[in-house]
């Protein structure tokens, strides 16, 4: 079993839809939760991260944290061409300190906005 | 505020060659992580650097080896080149202490080994 696993898509929505992007993890020690954005030939951009069970919105971007069910999911609104990337779901033990943060991160979701 | 930088953007190796990937951190932080990027794949952990001491380490073999400079700059060694290590490799900076530690990348390397 990987320790991230997202759906690798691609997925495919209509420009002004929402999209829904989900990730389970394995370690029931993980402590905080990141999406990255990912344009083709480019390093990855962090979007949002969350650490408590329940939804934290930023803008058009909603992340969703079930720690019982280990699932994370990330939901675009009003979608749009620009939004195309692979999404990335990272998990993290860090536990504050000096304890180190290593990333674990799922394979990526590739979205595709068509107009 | 200055964003993380990596260099050189692009490097092309043979097989059994050493290199070195360099990334300066993001102003205010102190951790630097590199991540190894294979095509279609998510990035691997390497290794972590904090107070110029390796903090963590991904299982990678021994010669994937870094150093941490005082100005929390990082650089990243990789001996006796193998076909596989071609990837892009990234630079993530973040300040330990925070609580929830996120981690910034650079543009990255890409490393093409032949």
């Known amino acids: 079993q990987k320790e991230v696993e997202q759906n690798s898509g691609p997925l495919s929505v209509p420009e002004g839809a929402i999209a829904s992007l989900n990730c389970t993890y394995s370690d029931r020690g993980s402590q905080s939760f990141f999406w990255y954005r990912q344009y083709s030939g480019k390093s990855p951009e962090l979007i949002m991260f969350i650490y408590s069970n329940g939804d934290k919105e930023d803008g058009r971007f909603t992340a969703q944290l079930n720690k019982a069910s280990q699932y994370v999911s990330l939901l675009i609104r009003d979608s749009q061409p620009s939004d195309s990337a692979t999404y990335l779901c990272?998990?993290?033990?860090?536990?504050?300190?000096?304890?180190?943060?290593?990333?674990?991160f799922g394979q990526g979701t590739i979205l595709t906005v068509h107009p | 505020e200055t964003g993380v930088t990596q260099s050189p953007t692009h490097l092309i190796k043979t097989r059994g060659q050493q290199v070195t990937l360099r990334c300066s951190s993001q102003?205010?932080?102190?951790?630097v992580s590199w991540y190894q990027q294979a095509l279609g794949q998510g990035p691997q952990f390497i290794f972590q650097?904090?107070?110029?001491?390796?903090?963590g380490r991904g299982n990678f073999p021994p010669r994937f080896s870094g150093l941490q400079f005082p100005n929390y700059s990082s650089e990243l060694n990789v001996n006796a080149l193998e076909l596989d290590d071609s990837a892009l490799y990234l630079c993530a900076s973040s300040q330990t202490g925070e609580s929830y530690n996120e981690q910034f990348f650079g543009p990255g390397t890409r490393l093409t080994v032949l």
């Open positions: 102003s205010g932080h102190n951790t």
């Open positions: 650097y904090y107070r110029e001491e390796e903090n």
């Open positions: 990272a998990v993290n033990r860090y536990a504050g300190g000096t304890s180190y943060g290593k990333l674990t």
